[in-house]
């Protein structure tokens, strides 16, 4: 079973910048697809951004859409979100975690092997 460790959280000025990372042991990386979530206090998990096995196929969140990059690298076995232009409501903990179905979903109980999470702070 895949086991995630997140990092890169930090606190921001909005406008700014973070590149969050997500490294993966055990199993087979290369073989799942993975998806980044975001949870703030008194809010419920909601997916932030996905990409496929092979990097090839990405898909976002609307709030996110052009601000936020899913990237994945397979020899490291490291998946990442770069994130642009953030904005106080960004403010969250972020989670990465394996897709566990084939089909593309938004659902985080399609999802699995969650990380511990990194809290990102945008505030001025």
């Known amino acids: 079973q895949v086991q995630l460790v997140e990092s890169g959280g ?21 073989s799942h697809a993975m998806g980044w979530f975001r949870q703030a ?3 419920e998990r909601e997916f932030v951004a996905g990409i496929g096995w092979s990097g090839g ?13 899913i990237s994945r690298d397979n020899a490291k076995n490291t998946v990442y979100l770069q994130m ?5 409501e960004d403010t ?20 699995g092997s969650w990380g511990q999470g990194t809290q990102v702070t945008v505030s001025s």
């Not at 969250?92 to 938004?106: K, P």
């Open 10 to 30: 930090g606190v921001v000025q909005p406008g700014g910048s973070l590149r969050l990372s997500c490294a993966a042991s055990g199993g087979t990386f290369s």
């Open 41 to 43: 206090p008194g809010k």
């Open 57 to 69: 196929l990405t898909n976002y969140a609307d709030s996110v859409k052009g601000r936020f990059t």
């Open 84 to 88: 642009n232009r953030l904005k106080p």
């Open 92 to 111: 969250a903990v972020y989670y990465c975690a394996v897709r566990l179905v084939v089909r593309a979903t938004t659902d985080p109980l399609d999802f």
